[in-house]
């Protein structure tokens, strides 16, 4: 039986379109998942959108529109624009799934049922912005974090009793470091929130209709911390007073919540609390990744430095956009993007590196020997040994992706492609080709470089699918599974195709001039 492999991203809030930022935990979490499958794994990869709130009655309102339609639309563009950039979820859950619901209702009442939640009554200041209370001392010039101003709300709500379990979360955290990752952010939840007594949580609104409601009490509607975290167990069709379906004794836990690191608290203290109450088994791993800015702003439409997935793969294609997010993001700290810096990571890796590696090669085996790749190995007569780079390529890939360094992964084939332009440097095939002597070398040059490619290919697929598809095509390879990378020495002997170019080189100015006149319009 394959090992089980279950992944999350957080379900994208359905109230806007998703700007590049957001879509950029999609593109991560499909790259881990493509890894996955490609080692062996039984993969499950889920995503979604979070459908209920206050902020989305709004937007649907001042749309003349009812909720449902709006969240109809804003999750079916969500769909597409996933689909643009080759996510590969397996299901794609919605909060106002009629399973959900029903799951989510259950949950809340058994909370109920069993003391983890009782009715009270909730004072303070409400941001809708962020759809959370928010504390006096986070007010500033009578706005909120957000800059929207707070409303004072009292009302009867809900809560959730944290306190009993603050404890057993915290030795939870102690001796599974790996819980919280990275480490900084592990640090800061211990340091920032579990260090001081929990407050109970309100977990339950009167203020607002579109929801959940709580099956025992009319006019209350189940919060989001409830309704939107307990995804992650509905979308395995978990139902508390249902046996245990086949989908969630398979694949629970999961093993890594892919999350912004702005919603780790609701993460890593509120969600493990309710699966405790719920008496069930912690995630492995929730995963708090970076953000990208833009300019090293944070991206935020009142500025107007919005980057949006559809305008970056209109002006440099799908894998361009995916490579940079995931190799020019760190693992621990922020990203940033801008134009210049996609132009110029795409003409340096991608152009230059991979597309010139790949068109170089195929190129001297035409002018050199009519494209025939003679399969041809002779003790390495220089320096550079590509057989012993490429062999330890997929182990070096397996190490980062095991600690989720998405961007070393990707980094580790770069670096064989930089070796393999160097060996042509340092090999010179047009000075063998002259010498009747060093035919043999010659071909066995060819051949190291066509083998490296092969290796180079199979290991893009998690990254970038469609540019391994291309190169696959180009260089005749049918085998694309990480065991034929355990020997060197697989390439048949062929006759190849013509070399087409796979990424275009940008000219920086002109590049430019082209986005803002695209934008002028």
């Known amino acids: 039986m394959n090992k ?21 935990e999609a593109i991560l979490a499909d790259a881990i998942v493509r890894f996955k499958r490609l080692d062996g794994y039984d993969v499950f990869f889920q995503t979604g959108t979070d459908e209920h709130g206050q902020k989305i009655e709004n937007k649907a309102k001042a749309n003349e529109l009812s909720p449902k339609t709006y969240v109809d639309h804003i999750s079916s563009e969500i769909k597409r624009i996933y689909k643009k950039v080759n996510v590969s979820y397996d299901q794609f859950v919605r909060t106002t799934d ?12 058994k909370l109920y049922d069993q003391g983890d939640i009782y009715l009270g009554e909730y004072e303070g200041w409400y941001s809708i912005a962020e759809e959370a209370f928010i504390l006096e001392k986070d007010i500033v010039d009578g706005k909120g974090p957000n800059g929207d101003i707070p409303v004072w709300t009292k009302e009867a709500a809900y809560f959730l009793k944290l306190a009993p379990y603050q404890e057993r979360l915290i030795r939870h955290i102690e001796t599974h470091p790996e819980f919280i990752e990275p480490e900084s952010r592990r640090n800061e939840m211990i340091q920032n929130f579990l260090k001081e007594p929990l407050p109970d949580l309100s977990v339950s609104r009167t203020s607002f209709k579109w929801g959940v409601p ?61 699966l405790m109450a719920l008496g069930l088994e912690l995630p492995k791993q929730v995963f708090g990744h970076p953000w ?9 439409k009142s500025v107007g430095n919005v980057m949006y997935t559809d305008d970056l793969v209109k002006y440099f294609g799908v894998d361009t956009v995916r490579y940079y997010v995931l190799h020019e993001i760190p693992f621990a700290q922020d990203g940033n993007i801008t134009y210049e810096l996609l132009i110029e990571r795409n003409n340096s890796d991608l152009a230059n590196t991979i597309g010139n590696l790949v068109n170089r090669t195929i190129g001297m085996a035409h002018k050199y020997r009519q494209g025939f790749v003679k399969k041809s190995t002779i003790e390495e007569p220089f320096e550079l040994d590509l057989k012993e780079k490429c062999l330890e390529l997929l182990p070096n890939i397996r190490k980062h992706m095991d600690e989720l360094k998405v961007a070393d992964a990707l980094e580790e084939v770069v670096i064989l492609a930089r070796h393999a332009n160097k060996y042509i440097d340092v090999s010179e095939p047009w000075a063998l080709f002259k010498n009747p002597d060093k035919q043999d070398v010659l071909d066995h040059v060819l051949y190291q470089l066509l083998e490296t490619i092969r290796f180079i290919t199979v290991a893009l697929q998690p990254f970038i699918p469609d540019t391994a598809v291309r190169i696959q095509k180009q260089i005749g390879i049918e085998d694309l599974s990480f065991e034929s990378l355990s020997t060197f020495g697989n390439y048949p002997e062929q006759t190849l195709g013509k070399a087409e170019v796979l990424f275009e080189r940008y000219d920086l100015n002109k590049k430019l001039e082209e986005i803002l006149k695209d934008q002028d319009e």
Not at 221 to 250: C, M, R
Not at 292 to 300: D, H, R, Y
């Open 214 to 274: 709580v099956e025992f009490d009319e006019g209350h509607i189940v919060y989001v911390w409830i309704d939107a975290l307990s995804n992650y167990i509905t979308g395995l069709n978990y139902h508390p007073d249902q046996p245990e379906s086949a989908e969630f004794s398979k694949y629970w836990p999961a093993d890594v919540h892919l999350i912004g690191k702005d919603i780790l608290r609701f993460h890593t203290i509120y969600w493990p609390i309710i």
């Open 4 to 24: 089980t492999y279950y992944l999350t991203t957080a379900i994208a809030y359905a109230s806007a379109i998703p700007h590049i930022g957001n879509v950029y």
């Open 292 to 300: 990208i800015l833009v300019n090293k702003g944070k991206m935020s």
């Open 98 to 109: 009629e399973r959900h619901i029903k799951s989510v209702q259950a949950i809340f009442k």
